[in-house]
């Protein structure tokens, strides 16, 4: 099992900058991939960035530029950094990470971002 704690959230203005961060423990030597997901108001939940543990990131294409994944092994951390934010990055985003058996959810953080 892999427990994840997510903070971070708020409500900024458009243009402005968050950083979100997710702490994972429990089975944390079983994680491979860890990264993070979000969900806007009658959305799908999405994709937003992913680390899968060795070189490789993905970023969705509407956040590329913008958004930074970075993830600490050491401390079982993973966040998120974003800036330039727009009204339409508002959503609940959620941490998670995948073993070779499971993937696991934080509880997720609101961001908003007014205009």
């Known amino acids: 099992q892999v427990q994840l704690v997510e903070s971070g959230g708020g409500l900024v203005q458009a243009g402005g900058s968050l950083r979100l961060s997710c702490a994972a423990s429990?089975?944390?030597?079983?994680?491979?991939?860890m990264g993070w997901h979000r969900q806007a108001p009658g959305k799908q939940r999405e994709l937003v960035a992913v680390?899968?543990?060795?070189?490789?990131?993905i970023y969705a294409d509407s956040v590329k530029g913008r958004f930074t994944i970075s993830r600490d092994n050491a401390k079982n951390t993973v966040d998120l950094q974003l800036n330039s934010l727009k009204p339409e990055d508002t959503a609940v985003y959620y941490c998670?990470?995948?073993?070779?058996?499971?993937?696991?959810w934080g509880q997720g953080t609101q961001v908003i971002v007014s205009r």
């Open positions: 998670y990470a995948q073993t070779a058996r499971a993937v696991y």
């Open positions: 429990g089975s944390v030597f079983d994680i491979n991939v």
């Open positions: 680390n899968t543990g060795g070189r490789d990131i």
